[in-house]
């Protein structure tokens, strides 16, 4: 009877001790009939090559996309580790900084962002400093050396920004609201399980999204299919949740007592791969926003995505995403990476970015 009271309360209350008010509490209901086919949620699919021809410019691998005011697209290679711009149809326009230890120079480019005057931002995860770069040439201006990790990154219109970070350990948080000098002015969310915590660090999983019409900030934690709503100062505002446990709105299994989160080996993860787990969330305008689940299994990766609206409405649940890799939306928009690949022939195959259209209206 015990163990039966301990899993209750595991269910009621999750992975994670935050103080919630349960009055926030809103579990998702099904909106009829549930989507489950990704082109009855989406349309107009569009190709977006990104393709040069100078084999110094070509995009290898997508890390992370931006979008500025004029549409035009920020791409970080994760592999060559380079930031490229390219304008709406897809063609080159210049490179940003380059690789190296010296002002205006970077490791690993993440998360770009663009303020009011677009100029450009973005987190490089090696110094664990944000570059800015000026628009309109994009050339750089000043570094700010905020010495924390950050897993998701977000520009408010203050100038501060929103990280999260499963690395500082010093805090029992993972939401941090610090000003461009890293001086902390708020933290949020406090994780239960710290071997879980340290072991996710390997997946770099989790995050935000800004939702545009509700003005607050989405965040998932990657233990539980649950999503809490903060304002900019990172007040918590509402947690959604389901009303059932699906493949799709997986909830958290206590973390082995006996797993070693620092175990890197493939051995060690087979747990993981044993069910779906939430990803990231996306906006996709209008009070709704998607949710990316995936499946691990070995160097596979099985994605699908669920979306609802900030009411707790369900649209559609398991829709299986094309080509696997969602990794930005705008203004309704979703954009998917397909990689690069070999033809018939044996010819190479340039990467490609797809960009679906939502077609679902929000109730």
Not at 100 to 111: H, N
Not at 283 to 310: C, E, P, Q
Request: proline letters at 6%.
């Amino acid at each position: 009877k015990f163990s039966i009271f301990i899993v209750i309360a595991f269910l009621l209350f999750g992975g994670c001790n935050n103080e919630e008010n349960t009055d926030l509490r809103i579990a998702f209901t099904d909106v009829k009939p549930l989507i489950t086919k990704w082109d009855h949620a989406f349309g107009e699919h569009e190709v977006i090559p990104l393709f040069n021809d100078s084999p110094d410019k070509e995009v290898y691998t997508i890390g992370w996309i931006g979008i500025n005011s004029k549409g035009d697209y920020f791409i970080s290679d994760s592999k060559i580790r380079k930031i490229y711009q390219f304008d709406q149809t897809g063609k080159f326009v210049r490179s940003i900084g380059r690789q190296g230890l010296g002002p205006g120079e970077f490791e690993i480019p993440r998360f770009p962002q663009f303020d009011k005057n677009d100029n450009l931002y973005f987190f490089d995860s090696r110094k664990r400093k944000i570059l800015k770069y000026s628009s309109p040439k994009y050339e750089f201006e000043q570094g700010y050396k905020i010495d924390r990790s950050a897993q998701d990154l977000y520009l408010d219109d203050d100038g501060s920004f929103i990280i999260y970070s499963l690395y500082s350990m010093e805090y029992n948080d993972v939401l941090f609201k610090i000003t461009p000098t890293g001086e902390i002015l708020r933290t949020a969310f406090s994780p239960e399980f710290k071997n879980f915590r340290i072991f996710i660090c390997r997946f770099q999983i989790g995050g935000f999204d800004f939702l545009e019409e509700s003005n607050n900030l989405l965040f998932l934690y990657p233990y539980n299919y649950e999503l809490h709503l903060f304002d900019r100062q990172l007040n918590l505002k509402k947690v959604l949740y389901p009303f059932r446990n699906s493949l799709f709105t997986p909830q958290g299994v206590p973390f082995p007592q006996n797993f070693n989160p620092y175990d890197y080996t493939p051995q060690s993860a087979k747990w993981w791969g044993k069910k779906f787990h939430p990803i990231r969330p996306f906006d996709l305008g209008n009070g709704m926003f998607l949710i990316r689940v995936s499946m691990y299994d070995n160097l596979k990766i099985k994605s699908f995505a669920n979306i609802h609206d900030i009411n707790g409405n369900t649209y559609a649940e398991g829709l299986e995403a094309p080509y696997s890799f969602i990794r930005y939306s705008k203004d309704g928009y979703v954009y998917i990476v397909e990689d690069s690949s070999f033809d018939e022939k044996g010819n190479g195959m340039p990467l490609r970015l797809h960009r679906y259209k939502l077609k679902i209206s929000r109730r």
